[in-house]
């Protein structure tokens, strides 16, 4: 399986997400500079964590407008399986690749910790080799955090269970409390009507090694491997 | 200010406004053999300002110990380095942020992190992780809470878009930092020990270039209001403050990093206080040069900027170097892929003098070794510290409840969990950030990328300590981070030094200052710990009242295999708990008497430096031999702080015996006794631990066993761990929360 890892200026989780890349795929991934409008074949484009050209206007805003998201939109769009983390989440929404907005959290603060997640579509391409409802462990460390989206897009992404992952408690509830940061149904991650995108502000790249305080984040880049060398 | 200003006439006025004395304005006079102009004097002015010349302190900071086998390169550079192994060097050091912080919280820190993060990257290394150490005045001072928000804000907002781990530090509240808080920050980066890059320059007209931002007017005089004390008016202080931009420093560093793994440049320094003076000045002395450099050349951020402005600018995110002649375009080839300013400022040359140039003129041209070399040093008169009576505990009425002791000490301003600060960190990105090794234990734990070794990074300090008796607190303050690192197992190799102390003019002030570093010598020479960088910042006073003497210390060690390093968490029901080393019952300047009785008296605990070192080699060799399960240094608030910590840290409980024997229980359980750690074991480790203490002449006691979902400490403390927690958590959300109430 080929990965291509997008580097802006200001990411800063490009070499987290190579790393699990290279280790889980066993294939190095490509770096691709945002200057480039293009890049080789791959089967997996990923965006990673970080302040894409410094986030000062907006998480995001100024990504789409760079040569190399010209050409990911384009790829996403014929259907090549593209994951953004964190920065690439918000990233994916501002170029509309996925719908709806991340906004400051609700506490208004940088929140880094591990957070408790609930699988909610295991069937997807990035999530198959969890079990449905199965309550993960992944940290996040964003600002900017908070999911939102018109009611409309909300129920659509509902219905078709395009919300892969939601933050929950222990027992696996998404309630209130467990609700890091106001995103609207504990949305935590969410897929494209294909199923080919998925963006999600935890950082699973950070958990793909016991010293690093568990391995749940391993079981993503295993699904990815275990759909994409099949198909 | 207009060019007519800066022609004018140097006055007495403009010589005590740039905070020099008339002597050292007449040996200004009699370095130049004129008078200098006010684009001379600026210069004069910073380079001979305490914060730049360490005018007050080098007498005393001369006599630190900077030496060891695995010492690279000492003081004196941008940053310490230090062997590694494998070809390895970690590069490291702290520095204080303390004024900026305080008139302008956010940017203070936020730019504190920058410039301690520049020195470190200029050496060659990649940054990996950075520390902190915090003091602010008393919970219930109205401006505490404003402050902390804004410095955590600060810290997190740079540190998180640079991308580089906050992983540990420390916060501490106290009234004699109400008017001056402590913002000290630590950068630890890793290089190739064939790669690290100097600040000397050297061969004649070999060009000297500029790259990052450009420059603007802010924090012009910034090493000079580090340098002296504050008062009243230090809002109108502001325009001081510079203000930084974390992506441009992100771009920086990759920049830098990619231009230094090929041949071309010769030297490099980043421009901190003092901007392009200091950087300039001090790159020119040490490679016995001179520089003439092109103002206009300078890129500016704001019109119509003068000489002076330049010179002395604090504008952020900039740096100095001297390229190899002809790798002018390769080198400007990777700044403008990055999107970053390069030019082509000056040559060196061989006059020995600092020239500038401006608009077709020479605007200052002076001796650069009258401004290092000649830059004032003072042997200012100190006083010893009087020393302090021991306190008579059996005046004090002895607490009724227990439990409520531990609650408080556990649950308060001083002991409480620092969760609220580290969680607003990234400190899991770069993903090297070990689990045990998280913030909250002993000591961070970084993995070296790609290979099983670890840094174990702590920043220490007992303020309480040195007020009472700066040379103990010295050592204590050293002693501390030796022990943090021990107890994960790693060796510490060598430390970084911040020292915040008031105004040295005063001899008290400064007899605290000599005595500190006599301490902090003593305690680096008999744990084989050496100073390999560190920062100085004077003139921490408000109104004449002066801070708690605070020299922050900043240890670094290593783990050969990371997967031997232990964390403080209590892990599983029926582990023995065993205290190493001897417990005294020493309560004098301890935690307790602050917090519980309100006292703020007797002499700290005595660091007997032989027992730390001897048993922190027992401890890490316990746990390189596997025998250790959990450990954790006994430092504030004693045996029962420590156990409580580990219970809560497990989420397990734990049965101890009262073994107070002929103490008090008061001094056996609170008491801040030195060299002392508490071990977590299988029972028959614990067996082997101390029967090889035992040949040692170690003293370890077994006094219980982990377990339950309570602590309990003989009949006088049984607390749920959940409620410990519970108080322990809470009380930085809580305090913190009423700050958003109020606005």
Redesign the interface.
Same mark, same amino acid.
């Given at each position: 399986m080929k990965s291509a890892v997008i580097v802006f200026? $200001?990411s800063?989780?490009d070499?987290?997400i190579q790393?699990?890349l290279r280790d889980i795929t066993g294939v190095e991934p490509t770096m691709v500079w945002h200057g480039d409008s293009d890049f080789e074949k791959v089967d997996l484009i990923a965006l990673p $964590? !970080? %302040?894409s050209? $410094?986030?000062?206007l907006r998480s995001g805003a100024m990504a789409p407008t760079s040569p190399v998201m010209k050409e990911v939109v384009k790829r996403a769009k014929d259907g090549v399986a593209t994951l953004g983390i964190c920065n690439g989440f918000q990233v994916l929404t501002e170029a509309g690749l996925l719908p709806g907005a991340l906004m400051r959290n609700a506490g208004l603060? %940088? *929140?880094?910790?591990d957070v408790k997640l609930r699988v909610d579509n295991s069937t997807s391409i990035f999530t198959n080799q969890y079990e449905q409802g199965e309550v993960i462990n992944i940290?996040v460390?964003h600002?900017d955090g908070n999911y939102f989206c018109d009611e409309d897009t909300l129920e659509t992404l509902e219905c078709n269970s395009r919300i892969a992952f939601r933050y929950c408690d222990e027992t696996g509830d998404a309630s209130h409390e467990a609700n890091i940061n106001g995103s609207l149904n504990n949305i935590a991650g969410i897929l494209n009507s294909k199923g080919n995108v998925l963006g999600l502000m935890p950082?699973p790249?950070?958990l *793909?090694d016991?010293?690093?305080? !568990?391995t749940d984040g391993r079981k993503m880049f295993e699904s990815i491997l275990g759909a994409l060398t099949n198909a | 200010m207009t060019k007519q200003e800066i022609a004018q006439e140097i006055t007495s006025e403009m010589v005590a406004e740039h905070g020099l004395t008339e002597d050292e304005f007449a040996n200004i006079v009699k370095a130049l053999g004129r008078d200098p102009n006010f684009t001379e004097l600026g210069i004069y002015s910073v380079m001979w300002s305490e914060h730049c010349s360490y005018k007050s302190s080098k007498v005393h900071l001369k006599k630190l110990p900077t030496e060891a086998p695995w010492v690279i390169c000492g003081p004196g550079e941008n940053a310490g380095v230090i062997d590694i192994g494998d070809g390895q060097a970690a590069i490291f050091k702290m520095e204080s942020h303390n004024h900026p912080s305080f008139i302008e919280p956010y940017q203070g820190a936020a730019t504190g992190v920058g410039g301690i993060l520049r020195d470190v990257f200029t050496m060659g290394a990649r940054p990996v992780a950075n520390l902190n150490a915090l003091r602010f005045g008393a919970a219930n001072h109205e401006k505490t809470r404003h402050l902390v928000s804004g410095v955590v804000a600060g810290i997190g907002g740079y540190g998180n878009c640079v991308g580089v781990p906050t992983v540990g530090g420390e916060t501490g509240f106290d009234a004699s930092y109400n008017g001056n808080i402590l913002v000290n920050a630590m950068t630890v980066g890793i290089a190739d020990q064939n790669k690290i890059f100097y600040s000397a320059a050297a061969g004649m007209g070999k060009p000297v270039v500029y790259v990052g931002s450009k420059t603007g007017r802010d924090g012009i005089h910034g090493a000079t209001m580090a340098s002296t004390e504050f008062s009243e008016d230090n809002e109108e202080k502001r325009p001081t403050v510079q203000v930084g931009d974390p992506f441009t420093e992100k771009l920086l560093i990759e920049a830098c990093l990619e231009l230094m793994s090929s041949d071309a440049i010769v030297a490099i320094q980043d421009m901190g206080a003092a901007g392009l003076t200091s950087s300039s000045v001090e790159m020119a002395s040490k490679g016995g040069v001179g520089f003439a450099l092109n103002l206009d050349h300078v890129p500016q951020r704001e019109e119509n900027m003068l000489p002076y402005e330049m010179m002395l600018s604090e504008s952020q995110e900039r740096m100095l170097m001297i390229l190899e002649p002809g790798k002018e375009d390769f080198a400007k080839a990777i700044f403008e892929k990055w999107g970053l300013d390069f030019a082509i400022i000056g040559e060196i040359t061989d006059s020995g003098n600092l020239t500038l140039s401006f608009q077709g003129d020479v605007v200052a041209d002076i001796p650069i070794n009258s401004l290092v070399d000649d830059a004032p040093e003072y042997e200012r008169p100190w006083i010893k510290p009087l020393s302090r009576k021991p306190v008579d505990m059996d005046e004090l009425e002895k607490p009724e409840d227990y439990n409520k002791v531990l609650l408080d000490l556990v649950g308060g301003p001083n002991l409480s969990s620092r969760a609220w600060i580290w969680e607003q960190y990234d400190h899991m990105v770069m993903a090297d950030t070990l689990k045990g090794g998280r913030p909250g234990g002993d000591a961070a734990l970084v993995r070296i990328h790609g290979t099983k070794k670890a840094l174990a990074m702590s920043t220490d300090c007992t303020p309480r300590y040195v007020e009472a008796d700066p040379f103990e607190g010295g050592k204590q303050a050293v002693a501390e981070t030796y022990r943090n690192i021990s107890a994960t197992g790693a060796k510490p190799l060598a430390i970084t030094d911040c020292l915040n102390f008031g105004n040295p003019e005063k001899p008290e002030v400064m007899g605290q200052f000599a005595k500190a570093c006599e301490g902090i010598g003593e305690a680096c020479r008999v744990l084989e710990y050496p100073v390999v960088s560190g920062n100085v910042s004077l003139y921490n006073e408000t109104n004449g009242e002066a801070i708690k003497p605070t020299p922050a210390i900043g240890g670094v060690g290593l783990i050969e295999n990371y997967e031997d390093a232990v964390s403080i968490d209590f892990k599983t029901d029926g582990h023995a708990i065993l205290v190493v080393g001897e417990t005294e019952g020493h309560l004098g300047a301890s935690i307790y008497l602050k917090e519980i009785f309100g006292l703020e008296e007797g002499e700290p605990p005595f660091v007997s430096l032989g027992q730390e070192k001897k048993h922190g080699e027992f401890v890490r060799s316990m746990i390189e031999q596997g025998h250790v399960r959990a450990c954790h240094d006994i430092s504030d608030g004693g045996i029962a702080v420590a156990l409580a910590e580990m219970c809560m840290a497990g989420d397990i409980g734990a049965n101890v015996a009262d073994e107070s024997d002929s103490l008090s229980f008061q001094a056996w359980a609170y008491g801040e006794d030195q060299a002392r750690y508490i071990i977590a074991a299988e029972e028959h480790c614990a067996a082997k631990i101390m029967s090889d203490a035992a040949i040692m002449g170690i003293p370890a006691f077994c006094i219980g066993t982990v377990g339950g979902k309570k602590l309990e400490i003989g009949n006088r403390i049984s607390i749920d761990v959940a409620d410990l927690k519970s108080a322990h958590q809470s009380w930085m959300p809580n305090y913190m929360a009423e700050e958003n109430k109020k606005s």
């Open positions: 200026p $200001g800063n989780c070499r987290d790393v699990a $964590g !970080g %302040f050209y $410094g986030d000062y603060k %940088f *929140i880094c910790k940290p460390a600002h950082h790249e950070r *793909i016991p010293v690093q305080g !568990g | -």
